[in-house]
C-alpha cells in the first residue's frame, strides 16, 4: 500500500511506481497513462487522499463477472442458473447478440451474509462479435470460460472451445497485477455419463497445462535470445569505435532489447492461474453442479490473491458518482468528455477538478458501471445502449433480419423503393464485400432515433474502436458516403497485388506470434491501416492498398499464427521505408496485447546466388549504422543480410542465422 500519511508532506512534489506491485490505492490511480510527466503519478494519488479526506470513504463491494464461450454453449441458461436458482433454459436458436449486462447480488457464506454486487456480462460466442470484446476485458473481473461438456471429446475440441479463450485473455490481460482469475466450467454434463465427464475435464486440465508451458518456453527462450542480443550489439559497439566517424545510435536499440526482455519477464510472473478442477454442471432441471460453481464464485471473488480491490476503501465521492452514473444512463446514453465533466460538477460539486473526475471514470469503467477508453473522448453511461448500437451492424443473423420494409420511414435513392434491387444490390454487397451505405447504416440504427449529431458522433465511435472504416467520398454532412466493415469481408477476392510487375522491388516482413493471434485481430488491423492507405481491398485474411501514393501493400494472414506484410515499390529503398512505417504501425498495435509475444524478421534475397535471408529489424540496423563505407550496399536496398561491399574482393555474403553479428564486425574491422 502506498501510505496515506503522503498526503501530509506538502514538499513532496513526484511519486513513481512503474511496475510496483501495489494494492491500495486502485490501479487506476497509480498506473501509468500516456499524458503522465515523466511516470510521475503523485498529482494522482495526492488527489485521491485528499477526496478520502473530505468526502468521507466507504469499501468497494463491486466488481465484473464476464462469461465467455462459443455459441450455443450454453452460457445465458448456465447465467438464468446462477443468478435464478433454478433452471431456466433458452430455446436452441435464441442467441445472444454482442453483450448481455446484467446485475447478480451474492451473500458472503459468513454469519453477516454481507451483499456484494456482481455486474454479469454474456458475451455472445460467434465470430463476428469479437471485434467488439476487446472494449470490455479488465483486470477487475472473474472471467468464466464455458464449453460444452458433451461434445468437447479431443485436444482439438479442448484447444477450439476453452484454449481459444485462454489465450485470448492470456494476451489481453497477461502482466496485470496480480494476476486474472478463471473458472472453467462444462456445460450439458447431464447428456454424459459420470465417467466420461470427469474423463474430458481431466483431459481439458492437461491440455491447457500443456499449452501453458509451451508458452512459457518460448518466452524463456525469448528471453535468452534477448540476453544473447545485447551482449552481441555491446559487443559491436565497442568494436565499431574505430570504424565509424557517425553518431552512435546502437544504444537505443539495446534499451529497446532490454525493456522487450524486462516486460516479458513481467508478465511471465503474472500469468493467468490455471484452474485446479473444471467445473461440470448442467442448467437443466436438477441443476447438477451449480451449487459447487456458486460456492466457487463467491470464494473467488474475495480471493485477496487475484482481488485485492474487493472491500477496498474509496471515497465516498466514488459512491455518488456510481449513483450519478446510474440515475442519467437511461436520459443521456453517453457525453463528450468536456460534457462529462461539466455535468458531473453541476451535480456532485463544482469543487470538482477534471482529475479527479477521470480517476473515479477509469475506475467505475473497470467496475463495468460505465464505458471509457483510451481510443475515445466519449463517456458511455449506458454500456448497454452502446452494445445495442453496435450489434444492429455487426451481428451473425443479419442475412435473416436484414430485410425490406415496404412501410419504412427512410425511403432514399439508394434503397429506390424496390425490394429486388435492395436484396440484390444493397444487402448483398454488405454481407458478402462489407459494402455500407451510410444511408443503410441510418436504416439500421432507424429506431435508436438519432439526431444527427448523435449519429456522427456514434459513426467516428465505430471508426475510432476500428469496426468500420471509411471508403469512398465525404457527403454534405461530412459523413463518408460509404463504409467498410471487415467483419463481412469476403473470403476470396482477386487482388491487383498477384499482377503486380516484376520490375517493382518487394520487401517482405514477418510477424510470426508463438501462440495464434487473438480473434479479430485482423479485422482490427485491417481498419487500422485503411485509414492511411487508399485503394484498399479487403478480404477475411487480407488487405491489399496504396501507401503514400508510390507504394502498395499487401498484408496478409498466412496462418493463425504468422502475419505477412509485402511492399512492393519500383525503387528498392522507397520499399524498405515504407515496409518499416507500416511496420512500426503494426507493431504500435500490437501493444494492445501484452501478453502477445510475437518475433518479426525481414526477408531480403542475396543477389548472387538467389538465397533468402530473415534478419530481426533491429540487428540490422545496427549493422547498417556500423560503417557507411564498407556496407553502403546494405543501404541499398538490394542486399542481403550481413553482406558489405570488400574493397577489394567485392561482395562478401554471410549468413546471419549461424554468424554472429560480432563476429561480422570483427571481419569488418579486420578489413
Not at 494472414?557 to 502475419?563: A, G, H, T, Y
Request: aromatic residues 10%.
Amino acid at each position: 500500500k502506498i501510505p496515506i500519511d503522503l498526503y501530509s508532506l506538502d514538499s513532496l512534489k513526484m511519486l513513481f511506481c512503474h511496475q510496483n506491485p501495489i494494492q491500495w490505492p486502485p490501479q487506476e490511480i497509480w498506473k501509468d497513462r500516456d499524458e503522465d510527466m515523466n511516470g510521475n503519478v503523485w498529482p494522482r494519488v495526492n488527489n485521491f487522499f485528499h477526496q478520502l479526506t473530505i468526502s468521507g470513504q466507504i469499501e468497494n463491494v463491486s466488481m465484473k463477472v464476464m462469461v465467455l464461450g462459443r455459441s450455443e454453449c450454453g452460457k445465458t441458461s448456465l447465467i438464468n442458473a446462477l443468478l435464478l436458482d433454478h433452471s431456466k433454459l433458452v430455446r436452441k436458436g435464441d442467441r445472444t447478440l454482442g453483450i448481455e449486462q446484467r446485475q447478480w447480488i451474492v451473500h458472503s457464506n459468513d454469519n453477516s451474509h454481507r451483499p456484494y454486487e456482481l455486474t454479469v456480462l454474456d458475451f455472445a460466442g460467434q465470430d463476428e462479435y469479437y471485434v467488439t470484446h476487446h472494449l470490455y476485458l479488465s483486470s477487475r473481473a472473474l472471467y468464466l470460460v464455458a464449453f460444452d461438456l458433451s461434445i468437447c471429446r479431443t485436444e482439438a475440441d479442448v484447444d477450439s472451445m476453452v484454449g481459444f479463450y485462454m489465450n485470448l485473455l492470456q494476451m489481453r490481460l497477461c502482466g496485470s497485477s496480480p494476476g486474472i482469475k478463471v473458472l472453467l466450467v462444462g456445460t450439458h454434463a447431464d447428456q454424459i455419463d459420470a465417467d466420461t465427464a470427469k474423463y474430458r475435464c481431466d483431459m481439458v486440465l492437461r491440455r491447457l497445462r500443456s499449452l501453458l508451458m509451451l508458452n512459457i518456453q518460448h518466452w524463456k527462450k525469448e528471453i535468452k535470445g534477448a540476453e544473447e542480443r545485447i551482449e552481441e550489439l555491446v559487443d559491436l559497439r565497442n568494436m565499431s569505435k574505430d570504424l565509424t566517424d557517425g553518431e552512435d545510435n546502437s544504444q537505443e536499440y539495446i534499451s529497446r532489447l532490454r525493456e522487450q526482455k524486462e516486460g516479458i519477464e513481467t508478465r511471465l510472473k503474472f500469468l493467468i492461474a490455471l484452474p485446479e478442477k473444471v467445473h461440470s454442471v448442467s442448467s437443466a432441471s436438477g441443476l447438477k453442479g451449480l451449487p459447487e460453481l456458486r460456492c466457487d464464485v463467491k470464494v473467488s471473488i474475495l480471493d485477496r490473491t487475484f482481488f485485492p480491490q474487493m472491500c477496498e476503501t474509496i471515497p465516498l465521492f466514488y459512491e455518488n458518482f456510481r449513483n450519478y452514473i446510474r440515475e442519467n444512463r437511461r436520459v443521456t446514453p453517453y457525453y463528450n468528455w468536456e460534457e462529462h465533466v461539466r455535468c458531473v460538477r453541476e451535480q456532485l460539486g463544482s469543487e470538482l477538478d477534471a482529475e479527479t473526475i477521470r480517476s473515479a471514470t477509469d475506475f467505475m469503467h473497470h467496475l463495468g458501471e460505465l464505458l471509457f477508453t483510451n481510443e475515445s473522448a466519449t463517456v458511455f453511461l449506458d454500456v448497454q445502449w452502446l452494445v445495442d448500437a453496435m450489434k444492429l451492424v455487426i451481428r451473425h443473423d443479419h442475412d435473416e433480419t436484414l430485410f425490406w420494409k415496404d412501410d419504412m420511414d427512410l425511403q432514399t435513392d439508394l434503397f429506390m423503393r424496390n425490394r429486388i434491387y435492395f436484396e440484390e444490390n444493397i444487402k448483398k454487397k454488405f454481407l458478402k464485400r462489407g459494402e455500407l451505405p451510410v444511408e443503410l447504416l441510418a436504416y439500421l440504427w432507424n429506431d435508436l432515433n438519432l439526431d444527427a449529431n448523435i449519429f456522427s458522433d456514434l459513426v467516428t465511435l465505430l471508426e475510432d474502436f476500428e469496426i468500420i472504416v471509411a471508403f469512398g467520398p465525404i457527403g454534405a454532412d461530412d459523413i463518408p458516403k460509404t463504409f467498410l466493415v471487415p467483419t463481412f469481408a469476403p473470403h476470396n477476392l482477386k487482388l491487383s497485388s498477384q499482377s503486380v510487375s516484376e520490375k517493382m522491388n518487394p520487401s517482405v516482413h514477418l510477424f510470426t506470434c508463438t501462440a495464434a493471434f487473438p480473434a479479430a485481430m485482423m479485422q482490427r488491423l485491417q481498419v487500422l491501416l485503411s485509414k492511411k492507405s487508399t485503394s484498399v481491398v479487403l478480404t477475411k485474411d487480407s488487405a491489399e492498398a496504396s501507401w503514400n501514393g508510390y507504394c502498395d501493400f499487401l498484408l496478409k494472414l498466412k496462418s493463425p499464427c504468422q502475419l505477412e506484410l509485402t511492399v512492393w515499390a519500383k525503387n528498392g529503398e522507397d520499399a524498405l521505408v515504407t515496409a518499416r512505417e507500416i511496420a512500426d504501425s503494426i507493431n504500435i498495435f500490437f501493444c494492445q496485447w501484452p501478453g502477445m509475444l510475437t518475433i518479426e524478421e525481414m526477408q531480403y534475397e542475396q543477389p548472387s546466388t538467389g538465397e533468402t535471408y530473415l534478419i530481426r529489424p533491429h540487428d540490422l540496423e545496427i549493422l547498417l549504422d556500423v560503417d557507411t563505407k564498407h556496407v553502403s550496399c546494405l543501404k541499398k536496398g538490394n542486399f542481403a543480410a550481413g553482406g558489405f561491399d570488400h574493397p577489394r574482393e567485392g561482395k562478401k555474403w554471410f549468413d546471419v542465422d549461424n554468424v554472429p553479428i560480432r563476429e561480422l564486425v570483427g571481419t569488418l574491422k579486420e578489413n
